[in-house]
């Protein structure tokens, strides 16, 4: 892989390596941004549209923020998130506030009047900041920057910056926000990621943590595949939250267990406290209210594409005629491609655009061991029906993981042997702890890190040292468990077929030393 790589390969966010050093103490590349914008000719001697030579006019935002004058993000801006279990917050990796949540504030309040979301905003565009907030809702990224010189502000920078019009109004929107403190809506600029309508899942996905899943909650429920040091203990609290998380809160008050007093409020069950409702418009209706300023609308599950709730809003976008003003995103692991009645290429030609994020961080054998109940051939074939439509692409989005890092190079290689997707990219996975990277036997990072010589923040990963005070044993029996679970199966795997080179790092349960950790000596336990 020392050929210099596609621009499919890298355009997405891998392959950032000229590091300098930002605000925040990280190691950011940003070489590549406004590189369209800066390109006068293609290959082929053409113009570009995209051609837009004083982008990086000096004293501008794109300007200071490729010079890492100031530590900006375009998603504050542009994007709308709630996590699974209601709360919002600025992004899928950003810690959310303490109070504001589905139950108590519309999506227009969040985006507009949040305290989170505008001191965010005004710290990214202040050369001068101390960063107060951004180190605290952005900390992941903050710490992603410092481990691995990439994180998810870089990617979307390295994306949104070589697109001129949706750079155009993001900078119009940043120079609104700088000189008034507000953000409003205005122009069609926002994507909304709604993680609203539960966790149903059909695969069971070795890192992924429960909350997302209803196969991997079943499971583990009723198939007893659980590890209290890998994801904490499975007592009432958490059977509470999981329940909570995997239920449909786009309609709220016509749940079947809300209560109202006698002042006419509503109240609704939550980790058995009765929760107040004083957000009573439907999300879904939210959603269309919102519709006219929506550039793109993100579908996250659970599998969305088996979650029949969300075409009932794919309906009325279309009823509404807006339909064709918006890109609709889905978080997929693309194994299924309708829920009952509903098939997702009846909806694809009326949207302006539909991206396919696939959840591929394996592939054969390797993805249908990592998640399990999928099949790798059914992944391609229907990747290669969605890319049929002309208003389609697909994406691959994997996690980096304990077990995806030994193969994950096989990933990289498909798609430059297969030029199936329009882009690639993964994330380190980061919960739970001991599931990282970093927490491999030495001499199998070791081996990889060669592997990798193209992709600095997969390497820098495999360089960290192990977790203090974790027993990867724990990582074994947890997998061994599952393998057991799905003896006699037709998803029946081992993990020491799949990855053989970490058989001689297992210690039998019956051979262990009662109470000692497991130590990495020289390459091996002992």
Same mark, same amino acid.
């Given at each position: 892989?020392?050929?210099?790589?596609?621009?499919?390969?890298?355009?997405?966010?891998?392959?950032?390596?000229?590091?300098?050093?930002?605000?925040?103490?990280?190691?950011?590349?940003?070489?590549?941004?406004?590189?369209?914008?800066?390109?006068?000719?293609?290959?082929?001697?053409?113009?570009?549209?995209?051609?837009?030579?004083?982008?990086?006019?000096?004293?501008?935002?794109?300007?200071?923020?490729?010079?890492?004058?100031? !530590?900006?993000?375009?998603?504050?801006?542009?994007?709308?998130?709630?996590?699974?279990?209601?709360?919002? %917050?600025?992004?899928?990796?950003?810690?959310?506030?303490?109070?504001?949540?589905?139950?108590?504030?519309?999506?227009?309040? &969040?985006?507009?009047?949040?305290?989170?979301?505008?001191?965010?905003?005004?710290?990214?565009? *202040?050369?001068?900041?101390?960063?107060?907030?951004?180190?605290?809702?952005?900390?992941?990224?903050?710490?992603?920057?410092?481990?691995?010189?990439?994180?998810?502000?870089?990617?979307?920078?390295?994306?949104?910056?070589?697109?001129?019009?949706? &750079?155009?109004?993001?900078?119009?929107?940043?120079?609104?926000?700088?000189?008034?403190?507000? &953000?409003? !809506?205005?122009?069609?600029?926002?994507?909304?990621?709604?993680?609203?309508?539960?966790?149903?899942?059909?695969?069971?996905?070795?890192?992924?943590?429960?909350?997302?899943?209803?196969?991997?909650?079943?499971?583990?429920?009723?198939?007893?595949?659980?590890? *209290?040091?890998?994801?904490?203990?499975?007592?009432?609290?958490?059977?509470?939250?999981?329940?909570?998380?995997?239920?449909?809160?786009?309609?709220?008050?016509?749940?079947?267990?809300?209560?109202?007093?006698?002042?006419?409020?509503?109240?609704?069950?939550?980790?058995?406290?009765?929760?107040?409702?004083? =957000?009573?418009?439907?999300?879904?209706?939210?959603?269309?209210?919102?519709?006219?300023?929506?550039?793109?609308?993100?579908?996250?599950?659970?599998?969305?594409?088996?979650?029949?709730?969300?075409?009932?809003?794919?309906?009325?976008?279309?009823?509404?005629?807006?339909?064709?003003?918006?890109?609709?995103?889905?978080?997929?692991?693309?194994?299924?491609?309708?829920?009952?009645?509903?098939?997702?290429?009846?909806?694809?030609?009326?949207?302006?655009?539909?991206?396919?994020?696939?959840?591929?961080?394996?592939?054969?054998?390797?993805?249908?061991?990592?998640?399990?109940?999928?099949?790798?051939?059914?992944?391609?074939? =229907?990747?290669?029906?969605?890319?049929?439509?002309?208003?389609?692409?697909?994406?691959?989005?994997?996690?980096?993981?304990?077990?995806?890092?030994?193969?994950?190079?096989?990933?990289?290689? &498909?798609?430059?042997?297969?030029?199936?997707?329009? %882009?690639?990219?993964?994330?380190?996975?980061?919960?739970?702890?001991?599931?990282?990277?970093?927490?491999?036997?030495?001499?199998?990072?070791?081996?990889?890190?060669?592997?990798?010589?193209?992709?600095?923040?997969?390497?820098?990963?495999?360089?960290?040292?192990?977790?203090?005070?974790?027993?990867?044993?724990?990582?074994?029996?947890?997998?061994?468990?599952?393998?057991?679970?799905?003896?006699?199966?037709?998803?029946?795997?081992?993990?020491?077929?799949?990855?053989?080179?970490?058989?001689?790092?297992?210690?039998?349960?019956?051979?262990?030393?009662?109470?000692?950790?497991?130590?990495?000596?020289?390459?091996?336990?002992?």
């Amino acid at each position: 892989m020392s050929k210099k790589l596609p621009k499919y390969m890298t355009k997405g966010g891998p392959g950032d390596k000229d590091f300098k050093t930002s605000l925040l103490g990280g190691k950011v590349d940003t070489t590549s941004w406004f590189e369209n914008q800066l390109e006068q000719f293609d290959n082929e001697g053409r113009t570009k549209f995209q051609y837009n030579p004083d982008v990086l006019e000096k004293g501008s935002i794109a300007q200071k923020a490729k010079d890492q004058e100031i !530590f900006f993000c375009d998603i504050p801006f542009t994007q709308l998130y709630m996590e699974i279990d209601g709360r919002y %917050q600025a992004c899928c990796f950003a810690v959310p506030p303490r109070t504001e949540h589905v139950l108590n504030t519309t999506m227009k309040e &969040w985006m507009e009047d949040s305290h989170a979301m505008n001191s965010i905003r005004g710290e990214m565009l *202040d050369p001068n900041s101390k960063f107060k907030n951004v180190k605290r809702f952005c900390e992941r990224c903050v710490d992603d920057e410092r481990r691995y010189g990439r994180s998810r502000r870089t990617a979307c920078m390295k994306i949104h910056t070589n697109e001129r019009e949706y &750079w155009e109004k993001v900078d119009r929107s940043a120079r609104l926000f700088n000189a008034s403190g507000m &953000w409003a !809506f205005d122009e069609r600029i926002v994507e909304i990621q709604l993680k609203m309508f539960g966790s149903e899942c059909n695969l069971d996905c070795y890192m992924c943590v429960h909350a997302n899943s209803t196969i991997r909650q079943k499971v583990a429920i009723e198939g007893g595949v659980w590890n *209290d040091a890998i994801f904490e203990e499975l007592n009432e609290m958490a059977l509470d939250k999981l329940k909570w998380v995997s239920r449909d809160k786009t309609e709220i008050l016509k749940e079947k267990d809300i209560k109202q007093d006698n002042a006419g409020g509503f109240t609704i069950p939550k980790y058995k406290v009765e929760e107040k409702i004083t =957000n009573t418009v439907s999300m879904i209706d939210q959603c269309l209210e919102l519709a006219p300023y929506t550039r793109s609308i993100k579908i996250i599950g659970g599998e969305p594409l088996i979650m029949k709730k969300h075409y009932e809003l794919l309906d009325k976008l279309i009823e509404m005629d807006e339909a064709k003003n918006i890109i609709i995103k889905y978080q997929t692991n693309l194994t299924e491609m309708k829920a009952g009645k509903h098939n997702i290429f009846k909806y694809i030609p009326h949207f302006k655009l539909v991206s396919m994020v696939a959840s591929v961080d394996g592939i054969g054998k390797t993805i249908e061991y990592m998640r399990r109940r999928c099949s790798w051939d059914k992944i391609v074939k =229907n990747a290669e029906m969605c890319n049929e439509y002309p208003n389609v692409d697909v994406d691959f989005n994997g996690l980096v993981s304990f077990l995806s890092v030994m193969r994950f190079y096989e990933v990289i290689d &498909w798609c430059l042997e297969n030029p199936l997707v329009d %882009q690639i990219n993964w994330a380190m996975l980061e919960t739970p702890p001991l599931l990282r990277v970093n927490n491999l036997p030495q001499k199998i990072k070791d081996d990889l890190i060669p592997k990798y010589k193209q992709f600095p923040d997969i390497q820098m990963a495999l360089e960290m040292p192990a977790e203090k005070g974790l027993d990867i044993q724990e990582v074994f029996d947890y997998m061994l468990d599952a393998d057991e679970y799905y003896k006699g199966t037709k998803w029946e795997k081992h993990l020491f077929d799949v990855f053989p080179e970490l058989e001689e790092y297992y210690i039998p349960k019956d051979k262990r030393k009662k109470g000692a950790f497991s130590k990495l000596i020289s390459g091996r336990i002992e």
